[in-house]
T-cell receptor, first 111, second 116 residues
Framework: SQQGEEDPQALSIQEGENATMNCSYK?????LQWYRQNSGRGLVHLIL?????REKHSGRLRVTLDTSKKSSSLLITASRAADTASYFCATTNQAGTALIFGKGTTLSVSS | GAVVSQHPSRVICKSGTSVKIECRSLDFQATTMFWYRQFPKQSLMLMAT?????????EQGVEKDKFLINHASLTLSTLTVTSAHPEDSSFYICSALEGKGYNEQFFGPGTRLTVL
């Protein structure tokens, strides 16, 4: 079963603009992760934020977590054409092992 | 980071045949591996959790006799799609748990299965 819902489902922006994707989840979590998937490829881990953290940065990525609202956001600043991909948030299942993915946001960055 | 490979990357088969997909952790031992399925333009759905030396745990709705999983060693898990039908056509992705720190999962590149 899927844990989260991402919005928007699709996002088209110009190079240099910022892209914000949101994720909502249903159950309590220990951490939340964001992954990137290029078309027809495997997943690349971007960033993990723990439940006791509110914000985390990694390069051009900024992730926030609001456990009271059960939501997270991923901000990509100064986007590039190479950022074009699908982005998924994921939480762990009850056993704390397998990942449960949201529906994903497809980001298109045009030059 | 750790590397996970999948083989084959693409496979086309006739309806009724069985297809085996391999997932290998190349530079670490993985006591736990996971198999996901992804339909076009959709998210990944967990199919089963594979533990080395024991039976796989399947998610609700996944037929264990249809999708046979074997985790025979600490570096290899296999998924066999038995008597494949066109509706089994999908992108199958495995991941492996390294077992360090916060247990980051490493994903394979995926296998595109097309059943004619």
């Amino acid at each position: 079963s899927q844990q989260g819902e991402e919005d928007p489902q699709a996002l088209s922006i110009q190079e240099g603009e910022n892209a914000t994707m949101n994720c909502s989840y249903k159950t309590s979590i220990n951490n939340l992760q964001w992954y990137r998937q290029n078309s027809g490829r495997g997943l690349v881990h971007l960033i993990l934020i723990r439940s006791n953290e509110r914000e985390k940065h990694s390069g051009r990525l900024r992730v926030t977590l609001d456990t009271s609202k059960k939501s997270s956001s991923l901000l990509i600043t100064a986007s590039r054409a190479a950022d074009t991909a699908s982005y998924f948030c994921a939480t762990t299942n009850q056993a704390g092992t397998a990942l449960i993915f949201g529906k994903g946001t497809t980001l298109s960055v045009s030059s | 980071g750790a590397v996970v490979s999948q083989h084959p990357s693409r496979v086309i088969c006739k309806s009724g045949t069985s297809v085996k997909i391999e997932c290998r952790s190349l530079d670490f031992q993985a006591t736990t591996m996971f198999w996901y399925r992804q339909f076009p333009k959709q998210s990944l759905m967990l199919m089963a959790t594979s533990n080395e030396g024991s039976k796989a745990t399947y998610e609700q709705g996944v037929e264990k006799d249809k999708f046979l999983i074997n985790h025979a060693s600490l570096t290899l898990s296999t998924l066999t799609v038995t008597s494949a039908h066109p509706e089994d056509s999908s992108f199958y992705i495995c991941s492996a748990l390294e077992g360090k720190g916060y247990n980051e999962q490493f994903f394979g590149p995926g296998t595109r299965l097309t059943v004619l």
